[in-house]
């Protein structure tokens, strides 16, 4: 037996726990964090003023470098670590086109994207800026080029994706979604909250491309 074939096996009987750390992680602090951020950024809509006040806050609640280490880059950290593995040793079963099937495989292809999405936004909007003027310059210029605009919603698509598919494969794995129609509800409503801020991200960001700035 092939040496990946047989890790495959190895890792679906063991793991549990730390699995189970995994998925937790992607609701608790993550997902929060995700629908936070979002919420924060909304500010952009209203225009600059009301984006930078917003900005100037976050960045001036005290010891914020601690939490932003200790409740997100941590847990972030552990989540993708753990999640390239999981990608890694997945069986992508492209024979059957069930549609689950397509979820669980784009739940991967996601995963990855959302890995580079995330370290490029941390490093040139958090890490390398220093005051909040050029937080928003940062931003700014990327959308404002088209094609730091689509490379950018192609990065919002594959996160919001992710956690709304996630918030349904969460409920299957903890087992609180149980029955066929339950399901297909929860598959349904999952898709229209991806939608739902995929679009109103998309709405920020043409404020944002729109600004003087
Ligand atoms: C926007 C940030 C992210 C959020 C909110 C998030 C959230 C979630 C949630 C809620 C799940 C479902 C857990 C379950 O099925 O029990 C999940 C699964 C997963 N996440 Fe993330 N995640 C994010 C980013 C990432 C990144 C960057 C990776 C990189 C590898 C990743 C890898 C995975 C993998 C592989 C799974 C599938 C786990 C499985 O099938 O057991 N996630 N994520």
Redesign the pocket.
């Known amino acids: 037996m092939e040496k990946k074939q047989k890790k495959q096996q190895n890792y679906l009987h063991s793991d549990f726990y730390i699995?189970r750390i995994?998925?937790?992680?992607?609701?608790i602090p993550?997902?929060i964090?995700?629908c936070f951020h979002l919420f924060m950024n909304s500010s952009a809509i209203i225009g600059v003023e009301a984006w930078a006040a917003v900005i100037d806050g976050m960045r001036s609640i005290p010891f914020v470098i601690v939490a932003e280490i200790g409740i997100i880059a941590i847990p972030?950290i552990f989540?993708?670590?753990?999640?390239?593995y999981?990608?890694y040793f997945?069986k992508m079963n492209m024979k059957y086109q069930y549609y689950r099937n397509w979820m669980?495989i784009l739940?991967?292809i996601?995963?990855?994207i959302?890995?580079i999405f995330?370290i490029e936004h941390v490093v040139f909007v958090r890490i390398m800026t220093a005051s909040t003027m050029d937080v928003m310059t940062a931003m700014a210029h990327v959308v404002q080029t088209p094609l730091g605009f689509v490379l950018e919603l192609i990065g919002v698509w594959a996160?919001?994706f992710?956690?709304s598919?996630?918030?349904f494969?969460?409920l299957?794995?903890?087992g609180i979604l149980q029955g066929e129609r339950l399901q297909k509800l929860f598959s349904i409503l999952t898709m229209l909250l991806c939608a739902g801020m995929f679009l109103w991200t998309l709405i920020i960001l043409i404020r944002i491309a729109m600004m003087p700035i």
Request: no cysteine; charged share 5%; hydrophobic share 50%.
């Open positions: 699995r995994h998925s937790l992680l992607g609701i993550i997902g964090f995700l972030f989540h993708i670590v753990y999640g390239l999981i990608v997945s669980f739940q991967r996601t995963a990855i959302t890995t995330v996160s919001v992710h956690f598919n996630g918030i494969t969460f299957i794995t903890w």
